[in-house]
């Protein structure tokens, strides 16, 4: 059975300072990634995924995931934050089926990133 | 293009009542899911549906039923509601997996107590 784990409940940083936050998963078939952001008060909206192909995958607001097979991780990272990048995150992993693939996925606990001024 | 629409957005409901929550996609997206949300749980999957007429449990079904009887519609009933099933609760529909647009459109939410 699949599970993610991401390490830290909440990660506080200064605005302007990088992030990373981290994600393992643990799988006995190729999976399929995704970050997830949840402002407050609002559905989780998704952010970036890595389903094939480069393990380097971005988003269009300067966070990117690097997909680590070795390590089974696929951590999250931004080299400078914003106060508006206050959220709370979640990891999620899909197994990667050829056949009878649902598509349902298993999430993270979440991590709340709190930028401070 | 409304995406993926949940109502109620809130309700309270008193042990042993029932409700059905509403979730409607006006993508075509075959795929289906309702997850409920609790504080440093992240989410858990209730029921899916991979097309009309198609439903499957997912990891906590037990309290709720779920029915797929068009390809926009994914109702979620609880039946005899109880305080453990005070949660938000989202809707979400996807394409098929692992093409390039896979990927969930989540509603808004619903935000269940239950007292």
């Known amino acids: 059975a699949q599970s993610v784990t991401q390490l830290d409940s909440q990660v506080p940083v200064f605005e302007e300072a990088p992030v990373e936050l981290r994600c393992n998963y643990s799988?006995?078939?190729?999976?399929?990634l995704f970050w997830y952001v949840q402002y407050p008060n609002q559905g989780l909206q998704l952010l970036l995924k890595?389903?094939?192909?480069?393990?380097l995958v971005e988003s269009i607001n300067g966070f990117e995931a690097e997909f680590n097979k070795s390590q089974t991780s696929f951590h999250l990272r931004k080299p400078s934050v914003h106060i508006s990048d206050t959220a709370e995150y979640f990891c999620a992993v899909s197994p990667d089926r050829a056949d009878g693939n649902t598509g349902k996925l298993i999430f993270g606990q979440g991590t709340t990133l709190q930028v401070k001024p | 293009n409304a995406g993926v629409t949940q109502t109620p957005k809130f309700r309270i409901l008193k042990i042993g009542q029932s409700m059905t929550l509403q979730c409607t996609q006006d993508?075509?997206?075959?795929?289906m899911y309702w997850y409920r949300q609790d504080p440093g749980m992240g989410l858990k999957l209730i029921y899916y549906s991979v097309g009309a007429g198609i439903t499957d449990k997912g990891e906590v079904p037990n309290g709720y039923n779920v029915s797929r009887s068009t390809t926009e519609d994914f109702p979620l009933r609880l039946e005899l509601a109880a305080p453990s099933q005070t949660s938000v609760y989202f809707c979400a529909s996807s394409y098929f997996p692992g093409q390039r647009t896979h990927g969930y459109t989540f509603g808004s939410g619903t935000r269940l107590t239950v007292v």
């Open positions: 890595y389903l094939s192909g480069s393990t």
């Open positions: 993508m075509n997206h075959n795929y």
């Open positions: 799988s006995s078939v190729s999976v399929y």
